[in-house]
């Protein structure tokens, strides 16, 4: 009969250090990743976004106009499906009217986009949001 064997089973001995190690670091991560997102949660307002518009540029191209755009967000909600209009209007006559639709523009952030114009828009246009939903 064969006598069973004396050594150790790697099983049954304590955990290697780096295996510890991992184990501390992933604890420590999960824990601030807890506390980090407890603590925005607690702390953002319940507020509607807050868009602005500001014209950045605006060129001719093949016999349209573009106007280049950024549309601000400084709330602490993502805005969803936000419409931009852009009007060219001479005194109170609104001459051309286009509109285009932002997926999404995110908290504290900015998006950049364009409206093309037929007619052109130097001195005469104005931009501005007109809606959105919360995603």
Do not use: C
Not at 59 to 65: K, L
């Amino acid at each position: 009969m064969a006598k069973p064997s004396k050594s150790r089973s790697i099983e049954s001995g304590e955990g290697h250090w780096i295996e510890w190690l991992t184990g501390s670091v992933s604890t420590i991560g999960v824990i601030a990743l807890i506390g980090w997102v407890g603590f925005e949660a607690a702390t953002q307002s319940d507020g509607a976004p807050d868009l602005s518009v500001k014209t950045i540029s605006s060129a001719s191209r093949d016999g349209e106009y573009q106007v280049m755009f950024d549309v601000e967000n400084a709330a602490d909600r993502t805005a969803a499906d936000v419409v931009v209009r852009g009007e060219i209007t001479a005194g109170n006559t609104v001459i051309e009217t286009v509109e285009i639709t932002l997926d999404y523009v995110p908290m504290h952030s900015r998006t950049r986009a364009g409206l093309i114009f037929r007619n052109d828009p130097a001195g005469r246009s104005r931009i501005f949001a007109t809606g959105f939903s919360e995603p």
